[in-house]
């Protein structure tokens, strides 16, 4: 069972490691479920080394995978003006073809504060959904923190992103919606 | 060759890269090097007059007695130089230069292991191909 993946081009640096590039050329293809392990992997490395560095280092990693993407994806697109349009690329554009969908809603409060929720995210559509805890609290609770670790990735790779587009921002995952919901909110600096 | 000079500067107009050609001609390198330097101003200049230009390619930003600079804007604010001293050089030819080198900047940016104003003679090579090109 191999799905088929056009054109993704990510780079995650893996100690030492390098996973070969797919650049926009048709015939170059990478199966989908490769990607899949791989995050998984990286999130259980890095869990097993101890809980301060896994995040830390899964958002500089996903900094640099951002940063990466983003000048990939803007580079025959006509200028990006403001922040709100900034916004608008992560939210369609890039979401498009990085997580193969775009944003399901976006609200702001126009203070620079903005919230991205994608109802079924691809890169948490494996994880098991709350209902599964069967109601209790403390299960539910930790099936959120496994999540959570999973969304360290994501968050790094849209800060890398909006950083080398010219804003600088926080990204911060909100764990408390139901996998494979999620959303993220973005924080201007 | 037409194209005398090409250069990469940062978000923080920091050079990346800057390269001179011929490059046996090191009393005119200085010289292209504040040419360059200067055109950053006029590049904010652009910014600021056209309140943000929707094309990447900012066209001719100044001319010089021998040389013309023309300009390349990023989306991720990282700017583009060529100097030419042909002054009959159409502009969509050096469009193109700076669009190619564009691409030459995408794909070194996304290899981990490389990271600008390292010296790659790769990089060095690609882009010579590209003011060879020109010919």
């Known amino acids: ?189 | 060759m037409p194209i005398v000079c090409l250069a990469i500067i940062g978000q923080q107009n920091n050079p990346l890269f800057i390269k001179t050609y011929p490059e046996a001609e090191q009393d005119k390198e200085l010289r292209l090097h504040l040419i360059v330097h200067c055109s950053l101003d006029a590049i904010e200049e652009k910014i600021l007059l056209k309140r943000a230009p929707v094309d990447c390619f900012l066209g001719l930003l100044y001319p010089t007695e021998e040389y013309r600079v023309y300009g390349y804007l990023t989306n991720t604010n990282i700017k583009l130089v060529a100097v030419t001293n042909d002054a009959s050089m159409k502009e969509d030819l050096l469009c193109g230069v700076l669009r190619s080198l564009h691409s030459v900047y995408v794909d070194a940016v996304c290899n981990p292991f490389f990271t600008l104003p390292s010296k790659s003679a790769v990089f060095e090579a690609k882009v010579h191909q590209l003011v060879s090109a020109m010919q």
Request: glycine share 6%; charged share 20%; hydrophobic share 40%.
């Open chain 1, 1 to 189: 069972m191999h799905a088929r993946m056009q054109g993704l081009s990510i780079q995650p640096q893996h100690q030492g490691g390098n996973v070969s590039q797919t650049t926009f050329n048709p015939k170059k293809r990478c199966a989908d479920v490769c990607m899949e392990l791989l995050l998984l992997e990286s999130v259980h490395l890095y869990k097993n080394r101890g809980a301060p560095a896994a995040s830390a280092a899964l958002e500089a990693i996903g900094m640099r995978v951002g940063k990466q993407l983003a000048e990939r994806y803007t580079k025959d697109r006509p200028r990006l003006g403001e922040t709100l349009e900034v916004i608008k690329f992560l939210c369609k554009d890039f979401w498009l073809l990085v997580f193969k969908k775009q944003v399901d809603n976006l609200r702001t409060n126009h203070k620079g504060v903005y919230v991205l929720t994608d109802n079924n995210f691809r890169w948490l559509s494996r994880s098991p959904p709350i209902s599964s805890a069967g109601g209790d609290p403390s299960q539910e609770e930790a099936l959120r923190e496994v999540a959570l670790q999973h969304l360290h990735l994501p968050c790094g790779i849209l800060r890398g992103a909006m950083i080398q587009l010219g804003v600088p921002c926080t990204v911060e995952a909100d764990h408390k919606l139901s996998p494979p919901a999620c959303a993220f909110t973005i924080r201007l600096s």
